[in-house]
């Protein structure tokens, strides 16, 4: 009996918490058509503020595979997508708020958001660098990693969103450890990768050629590997980004640790600007988002806004929440 029941609460469908962003973005658009295209594969639930998200409605449902969570947080007057107001800032905080009280009461399985404004949210008070910071903080993780995606590659982030010139100063042996080994466990966990292999990229031009173009290769990096190889296996590095980054490529490596945040960028959206996704490792639940921004200079047109991303984000959150489950 006890069996059958384990059974029953396994397989049972997966909620999916959706937060629509800014409201003033391109968030409320694409949540409606890309719960439209997965209908069926979980069930929805929006959190956001209804009339804006009617407002942006660019189809209509296809039957009625969501709930709605309410706040009812934004002033119709004077309302227009594509502007950056404090008010804006402050509702789509207000979304992650409730999506983690839903997660809390265990009313959805795992979180996708949909980008929200670094510029407004600050201007709301909120001073942040975005979701991840924000979502470390509120659920008390402080080892976060930040894994950027698609169908060709994965890549874990070493640094966030700093500044270029202070990247040099954020890399050292905690940083790497941390990256590395968090990237490693979740592999296993959320892609049930038995042995992932990881390469690491080095942060200078051809991984400093041996101390030639840059010290943080020898110095730092080099020493942080050699002390990981003992706990992972099919771990190399430092090599030059580029070779990294082609290697895996031709599927040499199931991830590459990247020292910043455009050495991911770059190659991810050569690859395909609507099918990347950003999954946060470290949390204690899935969450996912597309790999844009809010979009606010198509937000006003919401037939231009492509809900691609935001597809490949549910799907991954759906999969890799059920991944867990057979852990």
Not at 215 to 244: C, M
């Amino acid at each position: 009996m006890n069996s059958n029941k384990n059974h029953t609460l396994k397989s049972r469908r997966i909620k999916v918490g959706i937060t629509i962003g800014d409201p003033s973005g391109i968030g409320p658009a694409i949540t409606l058509a890309a719960i439209s295209k997965l209908n069926g594969l979980a069930d929805f639930v929006i959190i956001g503020d209804k009339w804006v998200f009617d407002k942006g409605k660019r189809q209509k449902a296809k039957g009625k595979n969501y709930k709605f969570v309410d706040l009812h947080n934004v002033p119709h007057k004077n309302f227009s997508f594509g502007k950056i107001k404090a008010e804006y800032g402050r509702a789509s905080i207000e979304y992650l708020d409730r999506a983690l009280e839903l997660i809390k009461s265990k009313e959805i399985d795992c979180l996708v958001t949909c980008p929200i404004s670094k510029e407004a949210i600050n201007k709301a008070g909120f001073i942040y660098g975005g979701h991840t910071e924000y979502l470390s903080e509120r659920s008390h993780s402080k080892n976060l990693v930040m894994m950027l995606l698609n169908n060709q590659l994965k890549f874990s982030l070493v640094t966030r969103h700093i500044p270029l010139k202070s990247v040099s100063s954020k890399i050292n042996q905690e940083s790497l450890y941390k990256t590395i080994s968090l990237t490693s466990l979740s592999l296993k966990k959320l892609f049930l990768i038995k042995e992932p292999r990881i390469v690491v990229c080095g942060l200078n031009p051809h991984a400093s050629d041996n101390g030639v173009i840059g010290l943080e290769e020898n110095k730092i990096i080099q020493p942080s590997l050699q002390k990981l190889r003992s706990k992972i296996k099919n771990l190399v590095g430092p090599i030059s980004a580029d070779v990294a980054i082609a290697k895996a490529n031709k599927q040499e490596f199931d991830c590459v640790i990247a020292m910043y945040h455009d050495q991911a960028l770059i190659p991810l959206k050569l690859h395909g600007n609507f099918k990347g996704v950003n999954i946060t490792l470290g949390l204690p639940f899935v969450r996912t988002s597309p790999l844009h921004g809010t979009a606010f200079d198509i937000a006003r047109n919401h037939t231009r806004a492509n809900p691609g991303s935001l597809i490949e984000a549910i799907s991954l959150a759906v999969k890799c929440t059920s991944n867990l489950r057979k852990d």
